[in-house]
């Protein structure tokens, strides 16, 4: 009998179950596991490296996602080209010292599940400062975020993203082994055990040590809300990677997990250098789920009267949308059509807020259909009618409550 010599995917898989399974203890079960295209670690396709001596080729390339099952813990493993490790110098641009967690100081790893891919309940908000949308149809439930400062990067995105943030978990105990990241997560915090029909949205982007406090973009309103990514600009910098498009809307992610077979430049050059929309990206499914979920019926006819929408959706929080565009344009309590893929209405909301550069609106019909990178129709304001009065309110009850009050505007 002729023996062959196992694959390297199998050896790993192998050197993992051995690692983890100690006496008298079973072998954690493998659920997933996929496997990245290597020297990718561009975005899309233009991005360049930050210049600073510690970093090297393949800290940002993902190689390898694996799902495991041990006991009533899930196992989250993700490997890089390069091994992982912490830097002896801990200062970058403040005279103090980072204080780093997870045996992480270079990335953020963020690993967007889809428990359920027959539901198009879920979110579909990123971590604030990366930058992207996911696939029109696909939303996740329960996210795991790998970040030198969980804590901080928590708070941040609590702050931006109140409702998205409750599902999404940052843990402060990551294990290391070379170029391997190890997360271990209760099963409950997952909703339960994986199967597999989860799907997956694995992105690696750099990480900040320190979050910006511009006097002047605070003054300005132009803030970004942002976990600790790293920046991108035309040029690199020791602490920035270079390449950066001509547009506000080119993703900060540097590398994620896609198939077989899709193109990550296309994937990731996908943004609206215009629009504003930001690139999508797919999840991955170690089992085929059905076809993207479709839009709902129209709520109203499309008016080709009207030109092309100038705004777009950048974040969704809850009820609470935060959209981009010329904020001249529109009136509060102005209604306005979220647009699907093919120009279509698919949901409805109102203007609460106006902002410099946009508005927050409140959703009125359609909240699980709002995504961000979608276009968004507002009437014209001249062609508003006032809303019927209300009935007067049975002595017994309060007062009727108005939209909810905006929290936090995110551009």
């Given at each position: 009998m002729r023996l062959h010599a196992p694959s390297p995917l199998a050896t790993a898989l192998l050197v993992t179950a051995l690692a983890w399974a100690g006496p008298g203890r079973a072998a954690p079960r493998l659920v997933a596991t996929f496997e990245d295209a290597r020297d990718d670690a561009f975005g899309p396709g233009s991005y360049a490296p930050p210049g600073d001596t510690q970093f090297q080729p393949g800290d940002f390339d993902l190689r390898r996602f694996t799902v495991l099952?041990?006991?009533?813990?899930?196992?989250?493993?993700?490997?890089?080209?390069?091994?992982?490790?912490?830097?002896?110098?801990?200062?970058?641009?403040?005279?103090?010292?980072?204080?780093?967690?997870?045996?992480?100081?270079?990335?953020?790893?963020d690993i967007y599940i889809d428990t359920d891919p027959a539901s198009p309940a879920g979110h579909t908000a990123c971590v604030p400062g990366r930058r992207v949308a996911f696939e029109a149809g696909r939303t996740w439930k329960r996210a795991v975020i790998l970040t030198p400062q969980p804590g901080l990067a928590r708070a941040v995105t609590a702050d931006a993203l109140p409702v998205a943030a409750r599902s999404m978990l940052f843990p402060e105990r990551v294990q290391l082994r070379g170029r391997t990241?190890?997360?271990?997560?209760?099963?409950?915090?997952?909703g339960g055990l994986p199967t597999a029909a989860w799907g997956y949205s694995v992105h690696v982007s750099g990480a900040t040590w320190e979050r910006s406090l511009k006097v002047i973009d605070r003054l300005t309103g132009r803030l970004e809300a942002d976990a600790f990514t790293m920046p991108i600009l035309s040029l690199r910098e020791a602490f920035a990677f270079g390449g950066a498009p001509e547009s506000d809307a080119f993703p900060r992610v540097i590398d994620v997990l896609l198939a077989p077979g899709q193109d990550q430049r296309a994937v990731l050059g996908a943004f609206g250098s215009v629009s504003g929309a930001w690139a999508r990206v797919p999840f991955v499914y170690a089992q085929p789920p059905g076809p993207p979920l479709a839009p709902g019926p129209e709520t109203a006819p499309a008016t080709a009267a009207w030109p092309p929408p100038p705004f777009t959706v950048v974040d969704v929080?809850?009820?609470?949308?935060?959209?981009?565009?010329?904020?001249?344009?529109?009136?509060?309590?102005?209604?306005?059509?979220?647009?699907?893929?093919k120009g279509e209405p698919v949901a409805r909301l109102v203007i609460v807020q106006l902002l410099e550069k946009g508005a927050v609106a409140s959703v009125v019909e359609g909240g699980d259909r709002i995504v961000p990178g979608a276009r968004v129709r507002f009437e014209p304001a001249a062609t508003l009618q006032a809303p019927p009065a209300a009935p007067p309110a049975a002595p017994t009850q309060?007062?009727?409550e108005g939209p909810a009050p905006a929290g936090p505007a995110t551009p």
């Open positions: 099952v041990d006991g009533s813990d899930v196992i989250f493993e993700v490997t890089l080209g390069a091994d992982i490790r912490v830097p002896q110098d801990l200062y970058r641009t403040s005279g103090t010292p980072a204080r780093l967690w997870n045996n992480l100081s270079l990335q953020n790893i990241l190890i997360a271990r997560v209760p099963a409950d915090e997952l929080s809850g009820a609470m949308v935060t959209i981009t565009g010329p904020a001249k344009e529109l009136k509060a309590m102005q209604l306005g059509q979220v647009l699907g893929a309060g007062p009727a």
